[in-house]
Nanobody, 118 residues
């Protein structure tokens, strides 16, 4: 079955960095665009970044601090987050989409908590 498993979340001080990972299985990873979303308490889920199936095109909401990448040989996707701010605190979700640009996502992970302390 399809699985998306996020890891790498945790507690970090403002200004610090984290690298989130998403391990994919159960589908042809290299044929899917992938995305990261986040949801903070009391807020709606919001787009963070997405990457085309071949990794050659990306959209990043905050490209000055976040970088999305993927390794199709390993069925992995990553989100490098630098200069973290308290407002980045949220549950971060990995997702997969058949389409690019990706307006709808077919699969979702369970999320990983990121907490940024001030």
């Amino acid at each position: 079955q399809v699985q998306l498993v996020e890891s790498g979340g945790g507690l970090v001080q403002a200004g610090g960095s984290l690298r989130l990972s998403c391990a994919a299985s159960g589908f042809t990873f290299s044929s899917y665009a992938m995305g990261w979303f986040r949801q903070a308490p009391g807020k709606e889920r919001e787009f963070v970044a997405s990457i085309r199936s071949d990794g050659r095109s990306t959209y990043v909401a905050d490209s000055g601090r976040f970088t999305i990448s993927r390794d199709n040989a390993k069925n992995m996707m990553y989100l490098q987050m630098n200069k973290l701010k308290p407002e980045d605190t949220a549950v971060y979700y990995c997702s997969a989409s058949r389409n690019w640009p990706s307006y709808e996502y077919d699969y979702w992970g369970q999320g990983t908590q990121v907490t940024v302390s001030s």
